[in-house]
């Protein structure tokens, strides 16, 4: 049985100070080239990120010294998590360390949410899944400016102020370390597949999922000006993206080998900046235009039914409603192998609770059972269903599940995202 001792949890290896001033010329000077990209990507949100005049003026202008120090703040931010971050089990020895966590900011009471279980209050912001004080919401999403996962925040949050960030990781810090207020990240691919590493992590880190985005992805073969498909010996994109058009890429016929790259736009960035002319991106038509390609191939996904399913994620759980269609997704873990998944999965049928989504991974603190002389592997188990926790079925199920079971937790309960799925774009 997991217990919140056994959660992996943040570690920081020196303490994180946010104040009100912009980076020292030392940290301008020493941090990494992700350092600067995030910099200025993230002066993208200054604007609207869906305007790509606006976008390009902004690369072009940015300056550490800008008129926005809080949003500098962020900035940083971000780079900063990066390198001084390490995720690491979390036991009573190294809690000690987390506490010693200085933060120079009155709003953000970092140590609070990081030293264990100390549940703050629900108010009255967290009962909408509205941006906050109506103010702009900080929304923090795995990439650079003219990823997918961006335009999935900007459907999500139409006012937020959106962060990139490199590493999925630091997405999930970022809204533990109250640099941002929501995180958005991809879950499920309906070409693809699952997104593993965001399930493992929802694990790992202690946000609730408070809601979900369905995005059509229009996926295109992306290159500098100038440059024909037979120049062409390489393409990278991020792995879901190469997954989705792998049967078009080889009906091609081109000559190319396949790379990946940390996401659709970072493949773009990098063709733009490093003035590759041998190489294309899969991404969309606007990272093509924010990074000056050209649209080589339209539509390259293997099938026009291509979504994407992201969740928004918060420090605080929503209030579950019964007036309009929730989700609700759950992880457990079982002792006794597959007839126990048998009967935890009847307990929604016996309700007639419908299962959206299962998902199997391993179990990282007990992979394996030695049965006999023989191993078995040891699974966590992801479920998404039809119902909303403030549902009396729903929790009568789980107060079920719960009995089969040896962990359980809600990963939280949604609004259905119930958008038409019809309109093209990701763009
Ligand atoms: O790399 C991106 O643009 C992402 O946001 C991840 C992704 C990749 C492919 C499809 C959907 C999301």
New binding site residues.
């Given amino acids: 049985m997991f217990s919140a001792g056994q959660l992996f949890s943040v570690t920081l290896t020196k303490p994180i100070i946010l104040t009100d001033s912009p980076p020292s010329k030392h940290l301008r000077h020493t941090r990494h080239r992700q350092f600067t990209t995030q910099c200025t990507n993230n002066l993208h949100s200054a604007t609207n990120p869906f305007d790509p005049a606006a976008v390009a003026a902004s690369v072009k202008n940015f300056t550490f010294t800008g008129p926005s120090k809080n949003r500098t703040d962020l900035q940083t931010s971000c780079a900063i998590i990066s390198s001084t971050i390490i995720g690491k089990q979390h036991d009573n020895e190294n809690r000690k360390g987390i506490e010693n966590i200085t933060v120079v900011n009155a709003e953000r009471v970092l140590d609070l949410e990081l030293s264990g279980n100390i549940r703050k209050p629900l108010t009255i912001n967290d009962m909408s899944t509205s941006p906050m004080h109506g103010s702009e919401i900080r929304v923090v999403?795995?990439?650079v400016p003219g990823?997918?996962?961006?335009t999935?925040a900007a459907k999500a949050y139409p006012n937020g102020e959106f962060i990139p960030c490199e590493q999925f990781e630091q997405v999930f810090q970022a809204v533990e370390l109250w640099i941002a207020d929501r995180a958005v990240l991809?879950l499920e691919?309906s070409l693809?597949g699952s997104v593993h590493r965001t399930y493992d992590l929802l694990l790992r880190h202690r946000l609730h999922i408070v809601g979900e985005v369905q995005l059509p992805?229009r996926h295109c073969l992306l290159a500098l000006p100038g440059v024909n498909k037979q120049d062409l010996n390489r393409v990278i994109s991020?792995p879901?993206?190469l997954a989705?058009c792998e049967l078009t890429l080889t009906k091609l016929d081109l000559k190319i080998t396949r790379e990946s790259s940390n996401?659709?736009?970072?493949a773009a960035e990098l063709i733009s900046e490093s003035n590759l002319r041998n190489t294309a991106a899969i991404?969309?038509e606007r990272a093509a235009k924010i990074y000056g390609l050209n649209v080589l191939v339209e539509g390259i996904h293997d099938d026009c039914n291509n979504f994407?399913r992201f969740l928004m994620l918060a420090r605080e759980p929503i209030i579950p409603r019964i007036d309009q269609p929730f989700r609700t997704s759950i992880v457990f873990a079982h002792d006794n192998g597959t007839s126990v998944l048998f009967k935890v999965l009847s307990v929604f049928a016996f309700r007639n609770i419908n299962l959206t989504k299962i998902e199997s991974r391993p179990h990282r603190l007990r992979p394996i059972t030695i049965v006999g002389s023989a191993k078995r592997f040891e699974y966590l188990f992801y479920v998404d269903f039809d119902a909303s926790m403030a549902d009396v079925r729903a929790q009568n199920a789980l107060s079920d599940v719960q009995e089969f079971t040896t962990f359980l937790r809600v990963l939280g309960s949604y609004p259905v995202d119930m958008t038409p799925l019809c309109s093209s774009g990701?763009d």
Avoid: C, K, W
């Fill in positions: 999403y795995q990439g990823a997918y996962s961006e999935a991809p691919n693809g992805v991020h879901q993206a989705q996401s659709t736009a970072g991404g969309s994407t990701g």
